[in-house]
C-alpha cells in the first residue's frame, strides 16, 4: 500500500460546481496534513493546513478523518483559476523533524 | 511577499558530471529542504536539513547528493556524477514550521 494515496482524476467540474475529494495514508501515527496546490510545470503552494477539527478558507474546506486515516478538501462555487493539481502532504513527526510525505495529485479541470 | 529563489531555472549537464543547483530560502526561515519531481511523476522528498545538519533523508538521497548552506543566505544541492536518471525539476523549499514555501524550481536535464 502506498504511504499517501490520491485519486489521480481527473475530476472535471463545471464552473460553480462544488468538487470534493480525499486522501488516504497508511501510517496512522502521521501528524500534520496540509494541502498544496501545483500547477502545470510550476512548483507546489501551500493551500492550507488541515486541523483535526476541520478547517475552512474561503471557498476552500478541509477535513482530518483519524479513525479512517483521511483528509479531505472540498471546493466550493469552482472558479476556472482552481484548475489544478491538487497535493496531500503527510507528515510524520520523527525525533529529528519530520518525514514528508506527497500524494501524486488529484487534477481538477474546472469548465466554463 | 518574501519568496524563494532558485538558480539556474534550466541545467543541462552531461552524465558523470557535478551540478550545483543554488537556492536562497526565505530569510527568516530555519528549515530548509529539497525535492524533486521526473516530469509526469509525484513530488518526492529528498532531504531537510536545519541548523547546520540534515534533519531527514530520503532513501533516494544516497551517495551522490550533499547539502551545504555555505554562507547565510544560500542553501545548495550538489549532485557528484549525474546519471541520466537524475533529470527532473528540483525544488527547494524553506519553513520555519511544518509550512513550506517552495521556489520556482530549477531543471536538471542529464544528457
Known amino acids: 500500500r502506498k504511504e499517501v494515496e490520491q485519486d489521480p482524476g481527473p475530476f472535471n467540474v463545471p464552473e460553480g460546481a462544488t468538487v470534493a475529494f480525499n486522501c488516504t495514508y497508511s501510517n496512522s501515527a502521521s501528524q500534520s496534513f496540509f494541502w498544496y496546490r501545483q500547477d502545470c510545470r510550476k512548483e507546489p503552494k501551500l493551500l492550507m493546513s488541515v486541523y483535526s477539527s476541520g478547517n475552512e478558507d474561503g471557498r476552500f474546506t478541509a477535513q482530518l478523518n483519524r479513525a479512517s486515516q483521511y483528509i479531505s478538501l472540498l471546493i466550493r462555487d469552482s472558479k476556472l483559476s482552481d484548475s489544478a493539481t491538487y497535493l496531500c502532504?503527510?507528515?510524520?513527526?520523527?525525533?529529528?523533524?519530520?518525514?514528508?510525505?506527497f500524494g501524486a495529485g488529484t487534477q481538477v479541470v474546472v469548465t466554463p | 511577499e518574501p519568496e524563494v529563489t532558485q538558480t539556474p531555472s534550466h541545467q543541462v549537464t552531461q552524465m558523470g558530471q557535478e551540478v550545483i543547483l543554488r537556492c536562497v530560502p526565505i530569510?527568516?526561515?530555519?528549515?530548509f529542504y529539497w525535492y524533486r519531481q521526473i516530469l509526469g511523476q509525484k513530488v518526492e522528498f529528498l532531504v531537510s536539513?536545519?541548523?547546520?545538519?540534515?534533519?531527514?533523508k530520503s532513501e533516494i538521497f544516497d551517495d551522490q547528493f550533499s547539502v551545504e548552506r555555505p554562507d547565510g543566505s544560500n542553501f545548495t544541492l550538489k549532485i557528484r556524477s549525474t546519471k541520466l536518471e537524475d533529470s527532473a525539476m528540483y525544488f527547494c523549499?524553506?519553513?520555519?514550521?511544518?509550512?513550506?514555501?517552495f521556489g520556482p524550481g530549477t531543471r536538471l536535464t542529464v544528457t
Open positions: 502532504v503527510v507528515i510524520l513527526t520523527t525525533d529529528s523533524w519530520g518525514k514528508f510525505q
Open positions: 530569510s527568516n526561515h530555519l528549515y
Open positions: 523549499a524553506s519553513s520555519d514550521n511544518y509550512e513550506q514555501y
Open positions: 536539513f536545519y541548523n547546520n545538519e540534515i534533519s531527514e
